[in-house]
């Protein structure tokens, strides 16, 4: 339970909740559970309360284009202002597709996670309607997707965000309402990747979860701001991380750092390495923050929105013969000044295009009668793209463990390859590896290891091949290591002397 010191009367509804909370029939609506305990009863209470709330919450930050909130799901009492706070983000005038509210299971344990789909849910102030084309979609298409009922019949954290929809928007929608009941990182990845084509300024998330869970007052503020400060870095790891250092470090009575961390986590999952993506902080309190808490055993409330700027697509970048002819001739040239008189060649950017002054990551590829002799590149895009491939050039005749340095009358005999790189995205899935277009990049700990999207093409390898050989023999983590490594893809732009010749 979330509540801590509270009135007799709500003490009473509480008991009243665990001893006499009925069954939910399928193809029936879901009844208030939680109704006249964590929030008024009648519609012109709740109403009043709900006025009150928005009242003391923080105002609108007017962030456009709010995609996701993170609210708290306690008694109103206890964290309603906090929660107000979170749906004040919203525009009140918006017309969304869908909501997805999703919270993690308090009471019942089971992998995966249950979309109610039998009917609408009941509030004090009306019926929330459930899209329930949209929810039988997606039970029907992923296998940890069910419908069960009892993982939302008992469960409060979805069912008191709802009269905060009906109280902000002016609008009708739709929910999609999803318990989780899993405690697995891998299946909120996969639960991520179902639901991640719904995130769109079309549809809203609203993610429920308190924060601390009973430390005293002192400490909870201190945990609080370190688990939020996670999750608005964008990173799931980092969450992960925080979570484990501060339950490991022997607060007095703290149970969790974050009791729907599930829910938080599948949504960074859907968020993370997007750079049009924003985590903006907008109220902090703890129970102990109210009249009904008390400062030696408190629950911390956290109010987050996420944005999603959708900007406009760059131009995409392109490379032309001319550009493509002239990086061949800055590769070569460069081979001939370093091996013969081990000077690095001297360019004039002022013969060159834009497009080449452009900052891009870049490989050189040495070739010798079809066979490889050198091969070396770099992924930041700190300097110009002539610039890389100028020392490339020089890393991949003369670095290159693999091989001895290229010797100068062997030059002739070589053909050179280019391969212009695009940022990286990490993925959470090898389904979105497409061979022979993205190359991959395996980083595990202090060890990481790439091939280029041709190496797929020229081996003919499998997609397990691919990703087995790059984690065994580039990366040195095993054929396997790949499996709990980090995953990223990049396309190339790929070009050689031999393409280029008479052109």
């Not at 009941?122 to 929810?135: A, D, F, S, Y």
């Not at 002819?325 to 360019?347: F, G, P, Q, S, W």
Request: aromatic fraction near 10%; proline fraction near 4%.
């Amino acid at each position: 339970m979330d509540h801590l010191k509270i009135s007799p009367l709500l003490l009473l509804g509480i008991l009243f909740f665990f001893s006499n909370c009925q069954s939910q029939n399928k193809n029936t609506d879901r009844q208030p559970a939680v109704a006249g305990q964590f929030y008024p009863a009648s519609r012109e209470e709740l109403n009043s309360a709900l006025k009150q709330l928005f009242s003391k919450a923080v105002p609108s930050k007017e962030i456009k284009d709010v995609i996701a909130v993170i609210s708290p799901h306690a008694g109103y009492v206890f964290s309603g202002e906090v929660a107000a706070s979170s749906f004040n983000q919203i525009d009140s005038e918006k017309e969304y597709e869908n909501i997805f509210v999703i919270g993690s299971s308090h009471h019942i344990a089971f992998e995966g996670a249950s979309i109610y789909s039998h009917g609408n849910f009941i509030t004090p102030i009306g019926t929330v309607k459930v899209n329930t084309e949209l929810t039988a979609q997606l039970i029907n298409k992923y296998s940890f997707f069910t419908d069960r009922t009892d993982a939302h019949e008992n469960e409060h954290c979805l069912e008191v965000q709802l009269p905060f929809l009906q109280y902000r928007l002016k609008k009708t929608f739709k929910i999609v309402p999803i318990i989780l009941g899993t405690q697995s990182t891998s299946i909120c990845q996969r639960i991520a990747e179902a639901l991640r084509p719904y995130l769109n300024t079309k549809n809203l998330f609203v993610i429920s979860t308190d924060f601390s869970h009973y430390p005293v007052y002192k400490d909870a503020k201190n945990i609080d701001k370190a688990t939020a400060d996670a999750i608005l870095t964008n990173v799931p790891n980092n969450l992960i991380q925080s979570m484990e250092k501060y339950e490991s470090k022997g607060f007095s009575n703290l149970a969790t750092c974050l009791c729907g961390w599930t829910s938080v986590l599948t949504l960074m999952y859907m968020t993370e390495n997007n750079p049009n993506i924003t985590f903006t902080h907008i109220q902090y309190k703890n129970s102990g923050d109210t009249e009904y808490g008390e400062k030696n055993r408190v629950v911390g409330y956290n109010a987050i929105a996420i944005a999603l700027e959708e900007k406009k697509a760059r131009t995409e970048f392109k490379l032309n013969d001319k550009d493509k002819k002239d990086l061949l001739l800055i590769a070569r040239n460069t081979v001939i000044e370093y091996v013969k008189n081990h000077k690095t060649l001297e360019i004039d950017e002022k013969n060159l295009s834009s497009t080449m002054k452009t900052h891009c990551g870049s490989f050189v590829t040495l070739k010798k009668h079809g066979n490889l002799r050198g091969c070396i590149g770099r992924f930041d895009a700190s300097e110009p793209l002539y610039k890389v491939v100028r020392d490339m050039a020089i890393a991949s005749s003369t670095q290159d463990y693999r091989f001895p340095p290229v010797v100068y009358n062997e030059i002739p005999e070589l053909e050179i390859e280019i391969s212009v790189l695009t940022p990286m995205r990490r993925i959470n899935s090898i389904d979105e590896i497409q061979l022979g277009k993205h190359g991959i990049y395996i980083k595990k700990g202090n060890n990481s290891g790439t091939f280029l999207p041709q190496v797929a093409t020229e081996t003919g390898w499998t997609k397990e091949e691919f990703l087995g050989h790059c984690a065994q023999d580039k990366a040195g983590i095993g054929w396997d290591g790949w499996k709990d490594a980090e995953l990223y893809v990049y396309e190339a732009i790929v070009f050689g002397e031999k393409e280029l010749e008479g052109k």
